[in-house]
């Protein structure tokens, strides 16, 4: 067993099983290096191109610790949360907690634009594990009482250059400004340009 294998980084059983049946073998240079530091409950400002393989790089060492650590949901709150650019984007990282935890038991619903709210209010009533948003949308049911951050554990900013091109540095620091002082929190991006490390650090 090569120490840059799956099977040789420390996730639970039903990762690994689900690891062998998706054919993983070597995680790419991003996976290998950030789900150990991540499972270890660090922080991390990571740097990847889309395409890289980084959604399993944060959705496994949450997942594995959802599976290890499962809690009570509280009406409206989210113990992960995950804030993407689009709505396509928001799906794409939906899809792959369904499939990379598709043996663990967890809830997770997405919310975004486009679309009408109502489900997205009626799968937040019972509390979910992971939540993946888009930041208007989110904001806009926080302000109506229908999300609660204030459990959130594990906060991912995934692509944060593009979020930051669109013109949500306002919205995503309005977001972090709610979320508990106590987490860990994730930053994804393409590019590290001084405004990306400027918001990490923040």
Do not use: W
Not at 32 to 49: S, Y
Not at 63 to 78: D, G, I, M, S, V
Not at 161 to 182: E, H, N, Q, T, Y
């Amino acid at each position: 067993m090569t120490p840059n294998a799956f099977e040789a980084l420390p996730l639970a059983a039903p990762l690994q099983r689900v690891l062998r049946e998706l054919n993983y073998t070597t995680p790419s240079p991003i996976q290998a290096q950030a789900i150990p530091l991540l499972l270890q409950g660090r922080d991390l400002l990571g740097c990847a191109q889309t395409g890289t393989g980084k959604t399993a790089g944060f959705a496994l060492p949450i997942l594995n610790a959802l599976h290890e650590r499962p809690k009570q949901l509280r009406p409206k709150t989210c113990r992960t949360l995950v804030l993407a650019p689009t709505r396509e984007l928001a799906a794409q990282v939906g899809k792959s907690f369904s499939t990379y935890g598709r043996e663990v038991k967890f809830r997770q619903t997405l919310i975004y634009g486009g679309v009408g709210q109502v489900p997205q209010v009626n799968a937040m009533r019972a509390g979910v594990d992971v939540l993946v948003a888009t930041p208007g949308r989110l904001l806009d049911l926080i302000d109506q009482r229908h999300v609660d951050l204030s459990q959130v554990e594990f906060f991912v900013l995934d692509e944060a250059d593009r979020m930051l091109d669109m013109g949500f540095l306002r919205d995503v620091k309005r977001i972090v400004s709610l979320l508990p002082a106590r987490r860990q929190s994730l930053f994804f991006s393409a590019t590290l340009a001084p405004n990306i490390v400027e918001l990490a650090q923040s």
